[in-house]
């Protein structure tokens, strides 16, 4: 079984990003998956819709975590990454962290609470969050219904459904619910403030957030290197 896969919720409006994810961080990685809506000419892209809209973003990740079920690929991974197309991504320091994980049926992320007035756990799925195996293949039977994101539960600011929120929700109807486990190496901090941040820890963090630019994931890399 490999360590992980990496699943980059992205559209092809940012496919500069794809080129700049390839070319730094994820270079000579190759258990990665841009899921997106209609796919660009940088590297693998699986096509979930033909909605470019934000409001594609949860019906997205539906999709593709059914992929993982349809596909059996917990049978082929430990862990599962899930980030954004605007997230850089520690490579060195993921693995090392996610060998020492515990390998239960877990999910890893920087939790907060569901914006429902319940004391329900979120995850803020921007800077990403990880998922074990033993989730999936302990709810293999349970199929995802994409409709799902059309309940109009949880909407951000107005402009759809948020997909880290439905998928948040989602873990809640399962058969057997996941061990969530808090992890503050997730950082969604914005680029200004992690200019500031000491470089020893920058090198311990896994992820950083709201990072669109190459200039931006150089002076990460320069930084943690």
């Not at 090198?203 to 320069?222: P, V, W």
Request: proline share 3%.
């Amino acid at each position: 079984m490999k360590p992980f896969s990496l699943h980059i919720l992205t559209t092809h409006k940012n496919k500069d990003r794809h080129k700049n994810i390839l070319d730094t961080y994820l270079n000579g990685f190759d258990d990665y998956v841009f899921y997106t809506d209609i796919k660009t000419e940088y590297g693998n892209q699986i096509s979930c819709t033909d909605n470019d809209n934000w409001n594609s973003n949860c019906p997205k990740m539906m999709i593709e975590l059914n992929r993982i079920f349809s596909e059996k690929l917990y049978e082929k991974y430990e862990w599962f990454v899930f980030v954004d197309d605007d997230t850089f991504v520690n490579m060195g320091e993921l693995q090392t962290f996610l060998r020492k994980a515990e390998k239960s049926n877990s999910v890893i992320a920087d939790w907060g609470l569901l914006p429902d007035g319940s004391s329900q756990q979120r995850v803020c799925g921007g800077c990403g969050f990880i998922i074990n195996s033993r989730l999936f293949e302990q709810n293999k039977e349970q199929v995802i219904d994409v409709s799902f994101c059309d309940s109009k539960k949880f909407n951000a600011s107005g402009r759809g459904p948020a997909a880290d929120l439905y998928f948040s929700w989602w873990l809640y109807t399962l058969e057997k619910e996941p061990n969530r486990i808090q992890c503050d190496l997730l950082n969604h901090n914005t680029p200004d403030k992690v200019e500031k941040t000491d470089p020893e820890v920058m090198k311990k963090q896994l992820t950083f957030h709201y990072i669109t630019t190459l200039d931006q994931i150089k002076n990460i890399m320069d930084t943690i290197s």
